[in-house]
């Protein structure tokens, strides 16, 4: 394997002239490989092998798909220290995060291998023909999903191994039955190589098409642009800002044949603190928000980014006790120097608000791209009547909001923008007894936490990682947990057909033995 090369289906290719490195953030300097972009030739070959190979992949069996997606997991493990460390370098993250990103990856793969066997996934439904129905004959109808086509995946700058090349949008695509084009993240692109070609032998290993599969490397947007605008191409999946997935949204709205872009984005996460619980474990929760707030230098989805309680002597203990839990914490690298300033800007736009309160904001190691953890606090009223502190800082960033009253609390969740998760710490009594707070989350958020932190997404079928826009472009379905295959295919109903001639999953004598819903 090259590493610097695009991965155009099985073949190695740098054809074009425009290079870029990778940054080391932890040593400030730049890393050595020097990767190519793929030139609109190579994404064109890239995107007519994918169209190929959707004629032959679609038409593989589930178990042939198990095998598959199988196998690319033990082909991420065999990388080993290669690929532990090539993530070290490119991130900044430690060890630890790497290993147990890579163990989500591989059970996030697993996961939907063992969804393929099963096989049900389909939802096999059958309408039985009853020729005898008058005033007309009811016909024998079958309904499956069956997958959309090419799927191009842009990688995560914050997961570069769960939300990119292999993470969860490649591996519920490549399950749906639909080949999958990496737009590659550039901070992270050797590691995405690495994973790349783990993907592409356990293609070779399992006889799965040349073109199931393709990685090509960018430093800008135009990559990008052109795979979503290609009109072989029939879905997308981002994770990133709101300005990279509004962006991609409205070109894939504007071409001829419009196609879904599953874009997941930002988020404020708002946590809502009720007096009795909070005065029961003061400590307690300043502690665990102090740990959710700065985990990974705050560079989560779902890091909590906006606390809102009653203003009163419960909400200032709890302040000075999170205040202080936080200054225990060290400064943290972040991912890249681009994220380092985005996050500097951000916070200095916010913190010149009018009436905004630093209560910390200090940085404990003096070193380029190390952030420290910072909280600031604002009146409800103020915070109600700026539109500009609802926006996320990505970082470890978190809002503290005291509200004059719950009334003003509920209007201040109704006028948030929509948001993955929200958080409510209180008793179980008193919480009943908020129940219109309760009622106002929901209406703005995909997943709603009692007495825990949003940090820490779960992947199981009962999982949401998705809500209202601009959390996600499309509230209706997750990001994580195998529902995420749910985004890659369409419904489709055979009419009148002879069994010999249906899929086996809708065959009168079920041989696949999966869950037929029989009408
Ligand atoms: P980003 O700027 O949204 O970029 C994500 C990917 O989309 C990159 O590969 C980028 O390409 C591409 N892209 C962006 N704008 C595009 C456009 N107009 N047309 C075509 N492609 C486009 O996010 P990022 O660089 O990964 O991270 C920067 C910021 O994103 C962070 O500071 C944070 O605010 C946010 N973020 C949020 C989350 C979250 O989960 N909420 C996660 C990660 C990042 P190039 O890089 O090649 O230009």
Not at 112 to 118: G, P, Q, T, V, W
Not at 331 to 346: D, V
């Amino acid at each position: 394997m090259e590493l610097g090369k695009n991965h155009i289906g099985f073949t190695y290719t740098a054809t074009g002239g425009k290079t870029f490195t990778t940054f080391n953030p932890k040593l400030n300097q730049a890393n050595d490989i020097t990767f190519t972009e793929a030139t609109s030739e190579e994404i064109d070959t890239a995107v007519a092998l994918a169209t190929e190979a959707f004629n032959l992949y679609k038409n593989t069996s589930c178990k042939e798909r198990a095998l598959f997606i199988n196998a690319i997991a033990d082909e991420i493990l065999a990388l080993d220290d290669t690929l532990v460390q090539m993530y070290c370098q490119e991130t900044g993250l430690p060890e630890g995060r790497a290993k147990g990103e890579r163990g989500r990856t591989i059970f996030q793969l697993q996961s939907f291998a063992n969804l393929l066997s099963e096989g049900s996934w389909v939802d096999a439904t059958i309408d039985v023909a009853n020729l005898d129905r008058t005033p007309f004959p009811k016909l024998d109808l079958r309904r499956m999903d069956i997958p959309l086509g090419p799927v191009v995946v842009f990688g995560a700058s914050n997961f570069p191994l769960a939300y990119s090349t292999a993470g969860g949008d490649t591996a519920s695509a490549l399950a749906a039955g639909c080949p999958v084009i990496v737009k590659s993240h550039p901070m992270h692109a050797g590691t995405g190589t690495l994973v790349a070609e783990a993907i592409c032998k356990a293609a070779k290993k399992t006889g799965m098409p040349d073109g199931v599969f393709s990685n090509l490397n960018s430093s800008g947007i135009e990559v990008g642009q052109q795979l979503v605008s290609h009109p072989k191409v029939k879905a997308v999946g981002f994770t990133g800002s709101i300005r990279g997935g509004r962006a991609l949204l409205d070109l894939a709205a504007k071409r001829p044949e419009p196609i879904p872009v599953f874009a997941e984005m930002g988020s404020i996460n708002p946590v809502v603190m009720l007096h009795k619980e909070l005065e029961k474990n003061t400590s307690y929760w300043a502690e665990a928000y102090a740990q959710s707030i700065s985990l990974g230098a705050g560079q989560f989805c779902t890091q909590p980014g906006l606390i809102l309680s009653l203003k009163g002597e419960v909400f200032t203990n709890f302040t000075n006790l999170l205040v202080s839990e936080i200054k225990k914490i060290d400064s943290s690298c972040m991912l890249h120097p681009a994220i380092f300033e985005e996050f500097q800007s951000n916070k200095k736009i916010s913190q010149s608000q009018s009436g905004l309160e630093v209560l910390t904001d200090e940085n404990s190691v003096e070193s380029p791209n190390f952030a420290p953890p910072s909280i600031v606090r604002i009146d409800g009223d103020l915070f109600l009547k700026n539109p500009i502190l609802h926006q996320e800082v990505f970082g470890p960033y978190t809002l503290l909001v005291e509200c004059e009253s719950l009334a003003q609390m509920r209007t201040i969740i109704t006028n948030l923008d929509g948001q993955l998760t929200a958080s409510l710490i209180a008793t179980e009594d008193e919480a009943k007894a908020s129940f219109e707070i309760i009622e106002a989350l929901q209406n703005r958020v995909g997943r709603l936490v009692f007495n825990g932190v949003p940090t820490g997404v779960e992947v199981c079928n009962s999982m949401v990682h998705g809500g209202p826009y601009p959390a996600s472009t499309d509230s209706r379905f997750s990001a994580v947990g195998v529902h995420a295959i749910k985004r890659w295919v369409r419904p489709f109903s055979f009419q009148n057909f002879p069994d010999s001639l249906l899929p086996e999953a809708l065959k009168e004598q079920n041989p696949l033995d999966i869950k037929q819903t029989r009408i």
